[in-house]
């Protein structure tokens, strides 16, 4: 409304011809009202024609229109009358209990709250321990476990099938539980120190492929085992094993045989030639050191059934004490007693997460030999090719493999004496 009391609308004026548009013109109130009161007289009759419908009475809408500018609007929903969607509003009031109230006080537990505590690995790995126990109980292959350990091992010596070997050359296997804990420094440590004895050494790289013995001894291959294989003929007439000259040797007098630089050739080693290798070096040799070996294949199996003493090396680690309690239970069912499988704990220190006593409680078996943890005489030994003992004798890890070499072979092996300060020491 205005400031002079004069209502404004909005009506049709006309403007030219077949236009038409809407202006907001005032118009005093005394006149609506009385187009008001005559619509209001005039609602029964019929609208002219042409003209705009009656309004009801009491709308201030002006009353010349065009027919259609006047739209119906939609009519509203009647809530007696309207179909609405059915949303379960005909079920019992029961029913409709949402899905999240009907659960039980339990189900509505966090995740959080219902996740069991993580498991240690070394609980872990104790309790994968005694349900295989248990498991092997229940089944009856555990028919020892009641015995002292004296019967035990008297009853799986009895089982283990005979070897096929001369009495002439002793075979020992390096067992590594994994890779990396210092099987090959251990292998070629050890058979240059037992041939400085004066037996006549070999060392049998088990690895075909990528075997690290040549390696380890800074060595050049010569004489590979496929070509052994096809020569066995001539070698077993050389009563004076002079096939022995084309094999490479190292200074300390341990002789090396390899396939490695001649992969072409692998398949034909296969368990059967492996055997007849063996054969051929027990002829020639007092004795033969295996490395390689990390599992029970075909060529293992070849050696482990003529072998006389397994010496498995693992670490101070729970992957490592893992994988000797799998070999050890293996070796066992073989029919393999404790008096002829060592276990060697390399790497050695007394600050280990992993205790001396951990160790001996999770395997049932005390560590035969224990060699301390030397990195920088290791590593120098692998990079210059050389054993422990010619890099340092009177390091701890060399004083180690020399006791580790006499507990194994039965022999006497005197360190050099030196002078210092004016007194011989040895």
């Known amino acids: 409304m205005s400031k002079d009391g004069v209502r404004a609308k909005w009506v049709v004026v006309p403007r030219g011809e077949g236009n038409a548009s809407l202006h907001r013109t005032p118009r005093p109130k005394h006149e609506l009202q009385e187009e008001i009161e005559n619509a209001t007289l005039d609602r029964g009759a019929p609208p002219p024609s042409g003209g705009p419908p009656p309004l009801p009475p009491g709308t201030n809408a002006p009353t010349h229109l065009p027919p259609d500018s006047l739209e119906p609007r939609p009519k509203k929903r009647d809530p007696q009358t309207a179909q609405i969607p059915n949303r379960g509003r005909d079920r019992e009031p029961e029913e409709r209990v949402s899905g999240r109230a009907q659960r039980e006080p ?12 993580e498991e240690r690995p070394s609980e872990r790995a104790r309790r994968e321990d005694r349900e295989r126990i248990a498991h092997k109980a229940e089944a009856g292959v555990l028919q020892t476990h009641m015995l002292s350990a004296a019967e035990a091992a008297e009853q799986v010596r009895k089982a283990r099938p005979p070897r096929e070997r001369t009495d002439g050359c002793e075979i ?3 067992f590594g539980c994994r890779g990396g804990v210092g099987c090959t420094t251990l292998a070629t440590s050890v058979a240059a120190e037992l041939a400085t004895t004066g037996r006549r050494v070999a060392l049998l790289d088990l690895d075909l492929q990528f075997g690290t013995v040549l390696t380890a001894l800074d060595l050049q291959q010569s004489y590979p085992l496929s070509e052994i294989y096809q020569d066995r003929q001539q070698i077993r007439d050389d009563s004076h094993g002079h096939w022995r000259e084309r094999l490479p040797r190292h200074a300390s007098g341990a002789y090396v045989l390899s396939q490695v630089g001649h992969i072409d050739s692998v398949s034909e080693i296969d368990h059967e030639a492996m055997k007849s290798l063996v054969h051929l070096v027990q002829d020639h040799f007092d004795v033969l050191i295996v490395d390689g070996i990390r599992d029970f294949n075909d060529h293992a199996m070849a050696l482990l059934d003529q072998s006389d003493q397994v010496v498995l090396v693992g670490s101070q680690d729970v992957p490592s004490m893992r994988g000797l309690s799998l070999r050890l239970d293996v070796f066992r069912r073989l029919g393999w007693g404790d008096a002829d499988l060592h276990l060697v704990l390399n790497r050695y220190s007394r600050k280990a997460n992993v205790s001396l006593s951990a160790i001996e409680n999770a395997l049932g078996v005390e560590p035969s030999f224990v060699v301390a943890n030397d990195f920088n005489t290791a590593h120098r030994a692998l990079d210059s090719g050389t054993p422990l003992s010619g890099i340092s004798k009177r390091a701890r890890i060399t004083r180690d493999v020399i006791e580790m070499t006499e507990g194994l072979f039965h022999v006497s092996l005197k360190p050099t004496k ?9």
């Open 106 to 117: 339990e189900e509505r537990v966090s995740a959080r709250a219902r996740r069991e505590p």
């Open 418 to 426: 030196k002078r210092r300060f004016g007194k011989e020491r040895s």
């Open 172 to 174: 020992t296997v390096f």
